[in-house]
């Protein structure tokens, strides 16, 4: 076998090889008609319809997050809510509540008492209607421990402080009593016990209780701040009043200054008018002008001694402090003011 003659004639051969080589000598115009089409890129949604998935998308997780913060029974209530409302309508039979139901939480808030009695408990009123209810709230009231508060004093500016029994957790911990009662507060140094006048509304009725709190030195001064508030004003008051007072006692000091020195000066006139006229008489007429002058000059004394028993009783009535009515309540700050100082 002649190697030479089979190499010369294109050597070994395949049917790759002819395919390869007839693709190089291929014409352009047949290489580009053998290719697959391009695919068309798909035409973007309008921008109303990008809209209404993303409102869509913002529904779903709206509900998917009310969903998750409500219990079963309320996600149950709502899912038929929604399906009377926009799917079945009042035709399909389903009737939509009235009021949403009462739980334990509502029921504690209509029937608790801040400090409880019989006639709290007493279910012959209603005729036993909400005789579960005061139950549960009576229960409730006995898990609580009654010996010292605690205090909520976030508007303690404007005279309004909260207060409340401990639980049995916050027993174990100390708070409120080795542990500051301002329930913002953990004061554990320099805590004071303080007898409180806690005056607060209560199923429509003004009610007062006396109650323990300890207090750390700032927690107490949020404590007292309106009295200490009213006190300074009070004291204000006073002083106006004293200065007023004798501001009105130098005007009518005077005043009486004033008219004496008229007095004595009239008294003078007179006396050497009566002494110019009496010179061509008798002695009986001499003896008449003697008397004259000394009747006016008792008269001045007598006038300038009324003045000043005057001017005296006006100032002992402004110095006096004015009698008012005292009612319950300044009874009570006298009290307080008395144990807290």
Not at 194 to 212: I, R, T
């Amino acid at each position: 076998m002649s190697y030479a003659r089979l190499h010369a004639g294109g050597g070994y051969g395949s049917e790759l090889d002819d395919a390869a080589s007839s693709a190089l000598h291929r014409p352009p115009d047949a290489i580009q008609a053998h290719r697959p089409p391009a695919a068309v890129p798909a035409a973007l949604p309008s921008r109303d319809a990008r809209l209404e998935i993303a409102d869509k998308a913002r529904r779903v997780e709206y509900g998917i997050g009310v969903a998750r913060g409500l219990t079963a029974y309320q996600r149950h209530q709502r899912y038929i809510n929604d399906y009377v409302r926009h799917y079945a309508g009042p035709a399909a039979g389903v009737s939509q509540p009235s009021a949403p139901p009462k739980t334990d939480h509502d029921v504690l808030r209509e029937h608790y008492r801040f400090i409880r009695e019989e006639a709290d408990d007493d279910v012959s009123a209603d005729g036993g209607k909400s005789s579960w209810e005061k139950q549960l709230a009576r229960r409730y009231y006995d898990k609580l421990f009654r010996e010292y508060c605690l205090a909520d004093m976030s508007y303690y500016q404007h005279g309004k402080i909260g207060l409340r029994w401990r639980t049995q957790a916050e027993v174990f911990s100390g708070k409120g009593q080795f542990v500051c009662g301002n329930k913002a507060c953990a004061e554990r140094a320099l805590l004071n016990s303080y007898e409180v006048n806690f005056a607060y509304s209560e199923d429509g009725q003004k009610k007062n209780a006396l109650v323990k709190l300890r207090c750390c030195p700032g927690c107490a001064d949020k404590l007292h701040f309106k009295q200490r508030q009213r006190r300074d004003e009070q004291q204000q008051q006073r002083r106006k009043k004293k200065q007023q007072a004798r501001k009105k006692d130098r005007a009518q000091g005077l005043k009486d200054k004033k008219a004496a020195k008229r007095r004595r000066r009239s008294s003078d006139d007179s006396s050497s008018s009566g002494s110019g006229s009496s010179s061509d008489d008798d002695d009986d007429g001499h003896e008449g002008t003697h008397q004259q002058p000394a009747a006016a000059a008792a008269a001045a004394a007598q006038t300038d001694q009324q003045a000043d028993t005057a001017r005296a009783a006006a100032s002992e009535i402004w110095s006096k402090r004015p009698e008012l009515e005292r009612t319950k309540e300044d009874e009570y700050e006298e009290f307080f003011e008395g144990l807290f100082m």
